[in-house]
């Protein structure tokens, strides 16, 4: 089974603090991706990874950055957090071409 | 652009009722086309997903889905609900050759006895 691990499940931090979403996947896949989800939008992808120190925006990235130093981790960044990026955060990885498989999320709070 | 859309933002049925989820979708070229489910708190599961032959595919846990070209949809549908099925449910649209995939809003789905 495809295994997507996120570091956290539930997430407070205070507005101004750089914040780590970690996320690692056990499948040696290529493709990595963050994604948020809020009420009424679903989810909107930030940046994606295509392999190891490749990356691309999203449709969102603004207030974030990533990190991919080897192939199963990827990491979301925010460098200053804000309360309007209290959210719902999802990885997800994928071989190209495939279905994407999902972490189970980690809820930001941003106070 | 690309876009979908589920029109629906939440449905109730009841238990052992027939279900049918929407989804449209606006794509240059014939897309892959996937239904996710998520329980509370949890992230997305595959329910199902279409990229190319018969365009009636089944899934897990007793859905099925119908892509139409000619209407640009492809609609979730469940013969009888269990309440095990309240979820929130989304489609998602990809292309070929472009990893990233745009997502529906979400429909949630709610059983009552």
């Known amino acids: 089974d495809v295994k997507v691990t996120q570091s ?3 997430l407070v931090k205070r507005t101004g603090e750089k914040v780590f979403l970690e996320c690692v996947q ?3 896949h290529e493709n990595m991706f ?3 989800q809020d009420p009424g939008l679903g989810l909107r992808l930030i940046y994606f990874s295509y392999d190891v120190k490749m990356k691309e ?3 969102i990235p603004e207030g974030y950055s990533v990190s991919r130093e080897k192939k199963e981790r990827f990491s979301l960044i925010l460098e200053s957090a804000s309360t309007n990026q209290t959210s719902m955060y999802l990885c997800a990885s994928n071989t190209r071409g495939e279905t994407q498989y999902f972490g189970p999320g980690t809820r930001l709070l941003v106070l | 652009a690309q876009s979908v859309t589920q029109p629906d933002i ?4 009841s238990e052992g009722a027939s279900l049918e989820l929407r989804c449209n979708y606006s794509y240059g070229a014939t897309p892959y086309l996937f239904w996710y489910v998520q329980s509370p708190g949890q992230g997305l599961q595959l329910l199902l997903k279409y990229f190319s032959g018969d365009t009636l595919v089944q899934g ?6 119908e ?3 000619s209407q640009s949809s492809f609609n979730l549908r469940k013969p009888s609900v269990h309440w095990s099925d309240a979820a929130e449910y989304f489609c998602a649209v990809g292309l070929v050759g472009n990893e990233k995939l745009t997502f ?3 429909t949630r789905l709610t059983i009552i006895p």
């Open chain 1, 8 to 10: 956290s499940r539930y």
């Open chain 1, 26 to 28: 056990d499948m040696d």
């Open chain 1, 34 to 36: 963050w994604y948020r």
């Open chain 1, 57 to 59: 925006k999203g449709d």
């Open chain 2, 10 to 13: 939440h449905i109730t049925v």
């Open chain 2, 60 to 65: 897990i846990k007793g859905f099925e889905a």
């Open chain 2, 67 to 69: 892509f139409k070209r």
């Open chain 2, 104 to 106: 529906g809003t979400g």
